[in-house]
């Protein structure tokens, strides 16, 4: 079972943060925040030269239904997407909720994880464009 799903973009990195933020919208994710790591790093005077943002996602409905169904899944909340620049290629990238759902051992959370995860991928699809 692969734990994270990425693929390549053609697009320059702040063209594909944008392109991820208008994607998981139509998706009927809400953007939660979003986290530049060379940004923060450099608060604390370390240099990271890698460009790498992380947008964390949330859809409210299927949110309050697995928390429900098993507390213990706001420890993987909220989704993430992820943004970074190697070897002057830019990737768009998210962890599997079915991988992370699989480490709660709760069956009954999967339907819910793999419909997560489907739409997830459509929006990095989406963005990748």
Known sequence: MNI?????????????????????????????????????????????????????????KRTKDVLEQNILVGYILPCKVVIY???????????????????IESEDLTQIAEDVENDLRKAVDLAAI
């Open 4 to 60: 994270q799903y990425e693929i390549k973009t053609k697009k320059a990195f702040e063209d594909a943060v944008l392109a991820v933020k208008d994607s998981v919208q139509l998706f009927n994710f809400k953007i939660l925040w979003e986290f530049d790591i060379n940004e923060k790093l450099s608060e604390n005077n370390i240099s990271f030269k890698t460009p790498f943002k992380i947008i964390e996602v949330c859809n409210s």
């Open 85 to 103: 620049e190697k070897d002057n290629q830019v990737y768009i990238g998210m962890l599997n909720p079915t991988a992370l759902v699989h480490l």
